[in-house]
């Protein structure tokens, strides 16, 4: 690496962020990439929002005197806020965070935490959000080489660097990198979200950036506006441009910019999830020496009121209760998996639906169907601990990093082969010394039952149990990898925006 390539600063904008905030995953990977980047030479400064849930004082999170008071533009208004900073945890990495009481000082993150509805002023908070980003870099008169938006609540920031006639003389040799964690989320808001947005009329023609379908869709935008595009797994890279049912409806706009779309494989923190380590667990255990997981075993019986079997694998799942997850396979295919003798572990917050449905089905298998309706970090490690299997039969996957996280310990996934589920997890042999889980292709109650029906089957040689364990729990889905890719992009990104509204 020269000298140059270490100076290489990237801005990193995100909604969530472990350890301050986190709905998904995509928290998850914002908590460990900037860290790996860091490790490589990279300057890395992070912007993300100072929701009111995150405790400022344990995180040692100031207020910056300077600039104290900064404004927003959102629509005919100027909104106030401030910024605060922190070291990011372990690093030399400045966190900004954008304070704003009238769009943070409120619970939730993207949706009424009662409801699960999104909140009603939505468009406003998120056009406040990418303003105030760019609003903060002037101010703090940071000039990144890169900046590298995720999803669409940070995905108007590439079109407002590139609106300004030749675009903004402030982001002159900056480039922009948008990662896609999830495209079903697209932010799409009626037209009146141009004016509050700030957006030119003359551009909502069909075909032009701004329309969709006679309304505005941030994640199109984005799509058009950045440098280069990423997403979170090879294959994610590839379903997006086919059809509409990955595509959600973009995957047209996808194939134009085919060329600077890029798949890079996540990555997981390897000590936040470390069996011989996590405190969270009832015992920890190694590769060498499984007996820990026994205890942990039984203590998720424990906890989801589970009829103790040494028999029966347990399978656990943690998730957003959603469409995406594969909960309506899964509850067709319950009557079928409840004549095998296995044991189920569930723990997810989403969809109403699916709250209902789920508490139903426990009612109705009591001892063998285990569901708790929360959001339970030490439950989450305790699953990932105690399973035998860890179950993701999702209609679509960006990436997921549970399955990486059950290797770790040693929990055997079945997935669904899409996405980032097809990019780690293989089929394993009959003698247990290839692949590492269950897969299956056919998104369907039979489909899933099948590579249940066989897990289970497998779990009866328990030589052949403790030798895959011990194999999978070392294989490496760190960070490194992945952080190195996510360098040279960078580096390919400097200077490099998308599309330019110059040439009317
Ligand atoms: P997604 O981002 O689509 O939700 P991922 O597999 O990438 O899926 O990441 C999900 C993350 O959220 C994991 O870290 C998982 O442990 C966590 N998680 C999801 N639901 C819960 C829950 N109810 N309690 C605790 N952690 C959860
Ligand atoms: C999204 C995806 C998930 C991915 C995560 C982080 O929430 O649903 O597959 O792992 O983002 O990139």
């Known amino acids: 690496m020269n000298a140059k390539e270490k100076n290489m600063h990237v801005a990193i904008v995100t909604t969530e962020i472990v350890p301050y905030s986190k709905v998904g995953g995509l928290a998850d990977v914002m908590g460990a990439l900037p860290d790996e980047l860091e490790t490589l030479g990279c300057g890395v400064t992070i912007f993300t929002p100072l929701y009111a849930s995150i405790d400022r004082?344990?995180?040692?999170?100031?207020?910056?005197?300077?600039?104290?008071?900064?404004?927003?533009?959102?629509?005919?208004?100027?909104?106030?806020?401030?910024?605060?900073?922190?070291?990011?945890?372990?690093?030399?990495?400045?966190?900004?965070?954008?304070?704003?009481?009238?769009?943070?000082?409120?619970?939730?993150?993207?949706?009424?935490?009662?409801?699960?509805?999104?909140?009603?002023?939505?468009?406003?908070?998120?056009?406040?959000?990418?303003?105030?980003?760019i609003e903060s870099i002037k101010a703090l008169d940071l000039h990144p080489d890169v900046i590298h938006c995720n999803d669409f609540h940070s995905g108007l920031i590439p079109a407002y660097m590139s609106m300004d006639e030749g675009g903004d003389p402030h982001f002159q040799g900056t480039g922009t990198v948008f990662s896609v964690h999830n495209l079903a989320y697209q932010g799409i808001f009626d037209p009146s979200f141009l004016e509050?947005?700030?957006?030119?009329?003359?551009?909502?023609?069909?075909?032009?950036?701004?329309?969709?379908?006679?309304?505005?869709?941030?994640?199109?935008?984005?799509?058009?506006?950045?440098?280069?595009?990423?997403?979170?797994?090879?294959?994610?890279?590839?379903?997006?441009?086919?059809?509409?049912?990955?595509?959600?409806?973009?995957?047209?706009?996808?194939?134009?910019?085919?060329?600077?779309?890029?798949?890079?494989?996540?990555?997981?923190?390897?000590?936040?999830?470390?069996?011989?380590?996590?405190?969270?667990?009832?015992?920890?255990?190694t590769p060498a020496d499984q007996e820990g997981k026994e205890t942990c075993r039984a203590g998720l019986h424990k906890a989801f009121g589970l009829k103790p079997s040494a028999k029966a694998p347990v399978i656990g799942?943690?998730?957003?209760?959603?469409?995406?997850?594969?909960?309506?396979?899964?509850?067709?295919?319950?009557?079928?998996?409840?004549?095998?003798?296995?044991r189920f572990a569930i723990l997810g917050t989403g969809q109403q639906k699916y709250h209902e449905l789920y508490e139903e089905l426990q009612e109705r298998y009591k001892g063998k169907f285990g569901v708790r309706l929360e959001y339970n970090n030490e439950l989450a490690h305790l699953i990932e601990a105690g399973s035998d299997y860890f179950l993701m039969p999702s209609r679509y996957e960006p990436c997921g990093l549970n399955q990486m996280y059950s290797l770790r310990y040693g929990t055997i996934p079945i997935v669904r082969a899409t996405g980032g589920l097809k990019d780690t997890i293989k089929n394993l042999d009959k003698a247990g010394g290839k692949g590492n889980g269950f897969t299956f292709k056919e998104y369907s109650a039979k489909g899933l039952t099948r590579a249940v029906t066989k897990a289970v089957e497998y779990f009866g040689d328990?030589?052949?149990?403790?030798?895959?364990?011990?194999?999978?729990?070392?294989?490496?889905?760190?960070?490194?990898?992945?952080?190195?890719?996510?360098?040279?992009?960078?580096?390919?990104?400097?200077?490099?925006?998308?599309?330019?509204l110059t040439t009317r």
Do not use: C
Request: proline share 4%; glycine share 10%.
């Open 57 to 133: 004082g344990s995180f040692g999170i100031r207020r910056l005197s300077e600039p104290s008071k900064l404004t927003a533009v959102v629509g005919t208004k100027k909104m106030p806020f401030s910024l605060y900073t922190a070291k990011k945890p372990g690093t030399s990495i400045d966190v900004y965070f954008i304070e704003s009481k009238h769009f943070y000082g409120r619970k939730g993150i993207y949706t009424v935490p009662e409801t699960g509805e999104g909140f009603e002023d939505e468009a406003e908070r998120t056009v406040f959000f990418n303003r105030a980003v």
């Open 196 to 285: 509050t947005a700030g957006l030119e009329r003359d551009f909502f023609t069909p075909g032009g950036p701004f329309e969709y379908w006679g309304k505005v869709n941030v994640m199109k935008i984005a799509l058009l506006f950045s440098g280069i595009i990423s997403t979170v797994s090879k294959t994610y890279a590839k379903e997006i441009t086919t059809t509409d049912e990955y595509g959600y409806g973009l995957e047209g706009v996808l194939r134009s910019r085919k060329k600077d779309l890029v798949g890079i494989l996540n990555g997981i923190d390897p000590d936040a999830w470390d069996p011989a380590a996590d405190e969270l667990i009832p015992a920890n255990f």
């Open 317 to 342: 799942m943690v998730s957003r209760l959603v469409d995406q997850k594969g909960f309506d396979i899964l509850a067709e295919a319950i009557p079928d998996l409840m004549k095998l003798d296995v």
């Open 462 to 500: 328990s030589k052949r149990l403790r030798r895959v364990r011990e194999r999978i729990m070392q294989e490496d889905h760190s960070w490194k990898r992945s952080a190195e890719e996510y360098r040279k992009l960078y580096k390919r990104a400097k200077g490099r925006v998308g599309m330019r």
